[in-house]
């Protein structure tokens, strides 16, 4: 009955609403939709795309690999909340069995497969966040009242039954108007799949037969049963011998090898343009994809600054965003807020990496000790001033002059 009512709540039927079953809506409802290739492209099955499965975990385990950290406004200061409950649940464990990281990249997976991620908040007596348990796609209705300004409710499916929850209890990371990009660009990805199982029957002999062996008038009016054996036969043991014997046929037989059409030949470029077709959807840059024809190593890390700035930027946002709502309170959201930390993605090489820390000391912006700090190394003693090293010594002061003294 639990799915029955999930189905009906989908597709509208309360509202007295019919679909035929070619409506999308039957489509998005069982994750898979038909394409005008003729393959069907949702869920799981869009994975089996090379491109496609690169691009959902190069976004999903990014967001995973990165620190998260709640933070606390202290007058003109911040400072590391360490003290709150949720800053464990975002920084080291989701659960008893499920790292923090892991979390974000199962639940930016199913918001990049499936079109939302849930994870359901489990509290302390005292209303305090304990830790958060990812719900299983599928299982999680979203109900919102468009005539009311008024949050949604979170109806999740339960072993019991249903069970709604507030917009408070539940993490809730969208994807783009809440749709996969699977779904948007299902087209590219139908394509993609049929040009791979082109050269899959391509390679295999399926599509092309390796030679044509004919002839246009043999002995004795159409060919035998037992002469088309005997050349096969022949035309087989010729190919297990090698090539440097040379292939003979009698009586007017020739052979051809057939040659690849215009089509053919540009069957890699073809598939090189729905790698970025497939790049385009995802907003993720073509040669992180491993498409390297236009990458170079000067606009490699372009790229790369491009790839935070606009694909991952509006993920980080949506996860601080959606932490902020299910873990802190109105009163604690003015003063504590969660950052995730991308410096590693913004390291160049050591020669450039070097050059930078410096410039920050030497413009008094870090200590020596924070700039070891980033480095890993371990603080030295008088480095927590900000200094400039080029206008400052160490050295004793000079001792006063006769004239100065008299």
Not at 161 to 179: A, W
Request: proline share 5%.
């Amino acid at each position: 009955m639990v799915f029955w009512n999930e189905v009906k709540a989908k597709l509208g039927w309360g509202e007295r609403k019919g679909y035929a079953l070619s409506h999308s809506a039957i489509s998005e409802l069982f994750g898979v939709s038909s394409t005008v290739s003729g393959v069907n492209v949702g869920g799981l099955s869009a994975l089996y795309t090379p491109a496609v499965l690169q691009a959902v975990r190069l976004i999903s385990e990014t967001i995973g690999s990165l620190p998260v950290k709640l933070y606390r406004e202290t007058g003109e200061k911040k400072e590391v909340a360490k003290g709150h409950s949720a800053f464990k649940i975002v920084h080291n464990r989701a659960n008893e069995w499920t790292g923090a990281g892991t979390l974000r990249t199962l639940l930016t997976a199913d918001a990049l497969i499936y079109g939302n991620g849930f994870a359901r908040v489990v509290r302390y007596d005292d209303g305090r966040p304990f830790e958060l348990i990812r719900l299983l796609p599928g299982t999680v209705s979203v109900i919102e009242d468009t005539l009311a300004a008024v949050p949604p409710i979170y109806r999740v499916s339960e072993n019991s039954g249903s069970r709604d929850y507030s917009h408070t209890e539940i993490l809730h990371i969208p994807s783009f108007l809440s749709r996969s990009p699977v779904s948007f660009g299902r087209e590219a990805i139908g394509l993609t799949a049929i040009l791979e199982k082109h050269g899959a029957a391509f390679f295999s002999s399926g599509a092309k037969p390796s030679g044509v062996i004919s002839n246009e008038k043999p002995q004795g009016g159409e060919a035998g049963a037992t002469t088309i054996a005997n050349i096969r036969k022949s035309f087989r043991e010729w190919l297990r011998g090698g090539t440097s014997d040379p292939l003979i046929l009698d009586s007017g037989w020739k052979y051809e090898s057939p040659a690849l059409t215009s089509t053919d030949s540009q069957f890699i470029e073809n598939r090189l343009e729905q790698i970025n077709e497939i790049a385009r959807v995802f907003g993720v840059p073509p040669h992180l994809l491993y498409q390297l024809d236009r990458a170079t190593w000067s606009n490699a890390e372009t790229m790369g600054a491009t790839f935070l700035q606009l694909c991952l930027r509006p993920w980080l946002d949506r996860w601080q965003e959606a932490f902020a709502i299910a873990l802190l309170t109105e009163e604690e959201q003015a003063d504590f807020w969660f950052e995730f930390v991308v410096d590693d993605l913004m390291r160049a090489d050591a020669a450039s990496r070097t050059a930078n820390i410096t410039a920050l000391i030497t413009a008094r912006v870090l200590t020596p000790n924070e700039a070891r700090a980033i480095l890993n190394y371990a603080p030295l003693p008088g480095g927590d001033e900000l200094i400039n090293p080029n206008t400052t010594s160490s050295a004793a002061p000079a001792p006063a002059t006769a004239k100065e003294n008299a």
